[in-house]
Nanobody, 115 residues
Framework: QVQLVESGGGLVQPGGSLRLSCAAS????????MGWYRQAPGKQRELVAV???????NYADSVKGRFTISRDNAKNTNYLQMNSLKPEDTAVYYC?????????WGQGTQVTVSS
């Protein structure tokens, strides 16, 4: 079993920055690809960014050039650096991770971009 704990969300003004963290814990051999999704009120959950164990990354077009995903394999943790935040980035952000062919999700952290 894998538990994912997100942190770093909060309220930020437009143009500001936040860094989200997602730490995996529990009993597992290894953590594979990790990612971030988000869900705004009344909308479907959407991909934000993913990163493989080999540090290959993929981003949603809406965040390219503003968000950066990274990971520390030794700590089983990934990070989402979010810069130049916009009101439309407001959502609950969820971390996920693959381990032993199973996908795990965190509880989510709220990000609100507002003046």
């Amino acid at each position: 079993q894998v538990q994912l704990v997100e942190s770093g969300g909060g309220l930020v003004q437009p143009g500001g920055s936040l860094r989200l963290s997602c730490a995996a814990s529990g009993s597992f051999a290894s953590i594979g690809t990790m990612g971030w999704y988000r869900q705004a009120p009344g909308k479907q959950r959407e991909l934000v960014a993913v990163i493989t164990t080999g540090f290959n990354t993929n981003y949603a077009d809406s965040v390219k050039g503003r968000f950066t995903i990274s990971r520390d394999n030794a700590k089983n943790t990934n990070y989402l650096q979010m810069n130049s935040l916009k009101p439309e980035d407001t959502a609950v952000y969820y971390c996920n991770a693959w381990s032993n062919a199973k996908l795990y999700w965190g509880q989510g952290t709220q990000v609100t971009v507002s003046s």
